[in-house]
């Protein structure tokens, strides 16, 4: 996919020739075009790195994701609906805050 080896493939790699075949084997299943495309499967991927905050990920789901055809803007747009989504997922952790027996 990329011609740059992520210190994700790094790591993976020296887990052994086994553990690295079957993470790819892995990855290339979920990856491939199914009943998502793979555009679409590279757009959640990049969203899911945004909401995690990895900028590597992000970086590396960019790229893929340009490969794949995606647009700035439909990769924008995808960063907006993870960031949606973590801002929900911030309420929902000070959801507690509401309570008033904990004085």
Known sequence: MLEQESE???FVESLGEDVDSAFKKLAHQ???EGALSAKDKALI???T??????E???ERH???ATSMGASREEMLEAAAVAG???LGSGFNAAYPLLDNTSR
């Not at 790195?49 to 990895?54: E, F, L, N, P």
């Open 8 to 10: 994700a493939d790094k």
């Open 30 to 32: 979920i990856m491939k």
């Open 45 to 47: 991927a990049l969203a």
């Open 49 to 54: 790195s945004v909401a995690i905050r990895c």
């Open 56 to 58: 590597h990920c992000v």
């Open 62 to 64: 960019k790229s893929i």
């Open 84 to 86: 949606l989504v973590r």
